[in-house]
């Protein structure tokens, strides 16, 4: 098993910047990739950003290409979303996932590829 907790949400007006952190503990050798999704209350759950462990390979959804940037430290088991330039449209609960196996371009972006997920954290963006 695989245990993630999401910290570093919050409230932040228009054009400010947030960091999020996911500590992932456990069988942490199992995890292939880690990605961000979000859900926005009465919407579902929605793909942000994924990184694969092993190659380093970056994926985001083109809402956030510019602004997020998702990294992660092997070495504390941790992966990060740096978020610049929010907007109101940002305010979500932010959910940290990982996966054990590899996907594609398209499969790492789908909710069901990932085995383990966290609790949230919600990021409110005020205008």
């Known amino acids: 098993q695989v245990q993630l907790v999401e910290s570093g949400g919050g409230l932040v007006q228009t054009g400010g910047s947030l960091r999020l952190s996911c500590a992932a503990s456990?069988?942490?050798?199992?995890?292939?990739?880690m990605a961000w999704f979000r859900q926005a209350p009465g919407k579902e759950r929605e793909y942000v950003a994924v990184?694969?462990?092993?190659?380093?390979?970056?994926y985001y959804t083109d809402s956030v290409k510019v602004r997020f940037t998702i990294s992660g430290d092997n070495a504390k088991n941790t992966v990060y979303l740096q978020m610049n330039s929010l907007q109101p449209e940002d305010t979500a609960v932010y959910y940290c996932?990982?996966?054990?196996?590899?996907?594609?371009?398209?499969?790492?972006?789908?909710?069901?590829?990932?085995?383990?997920w966290g609790q949230g954290t919600q990021v409110t963006v005020s205008s």
């Open positions: 996932a990982a996966a054990k196996r590899d996907g594609t371009y398209y499969s790492l972006a789908e909710l069901k590829t990932y085995d383990y």
């Open positions: 456990g069988r942490t050798f199992s995890m292939y990739s």
């Open positions: 990184i694969a462990w092993s190659s380093g390979r970056t």
